[in-house]
C-alpha cells in the first residue's frame, strides 16, 4: 500500500469518510483499491463472527472445562506415591518403621551406657610402667597414649 492510504488505513475502513488526498490516490491506483476492498471484505467477515453479548454458556459449562483440565493434568511420580492407596500404605509402614528403628537403637546406647549416664566423671590416669617382654610394652605405651593427659598446674 501506498503511503496516503497507509497513513489512515484505520478511517477508511471504519468509517466512510473519505479524505481528499486518499480519494485522489485511490483513484489513481487499482493495487490500493484491490487491496482496501479486500480488507473491506475480511472485516465485514469477522464481524460476522462475532458472538452476540447476551449469549450465555450452557449450566455446567465451566464445570466441565475444569473438570476436562484435572483430568489432562500430567501426573508426576510424586502424585502416584501420594495420591494413592499404595503410597498412604507406604508412609505409615515408613513410619512405623522409624520408630521401631528409634526404639531399638535408643535401648541399645541405655545398655551400652552411652546414653542417660549423666555427666562424665574425670578417672584418675595411671602410668602404665613400660616393662616385660615387647608385645607388653607395645601395649603399654599404646595405653599411656590413649590415656595422655595435660597435668593441671
Known sequence: MHGPIRDHLEELLGTNAERPDSKAHLASCGECTR?????????????????????????????????????????SMWSVLIDTPFGKRLAIASLALAIVLGTWVIGVEKEDGHLGSGPVIAQQIVDVPVIGDQTQQRDAVLVNLASYSEPVQ
Open 35 to 75: 487491496e482496501l476492498a479486500d480488507m473491506s471484505q475480511q472485516a465485514r467477515m469477522l464481524r460476522t463472527l462475532r458472538a452476540p453479548e447476551d449469549v450465555e454458556p450452557a449450566p455446567g459449562f465451566y464445570a466441565r472445562v475444569i473438570q476436562r483440565i484435572e483430568e489432562r493434568k500430567l501426573t
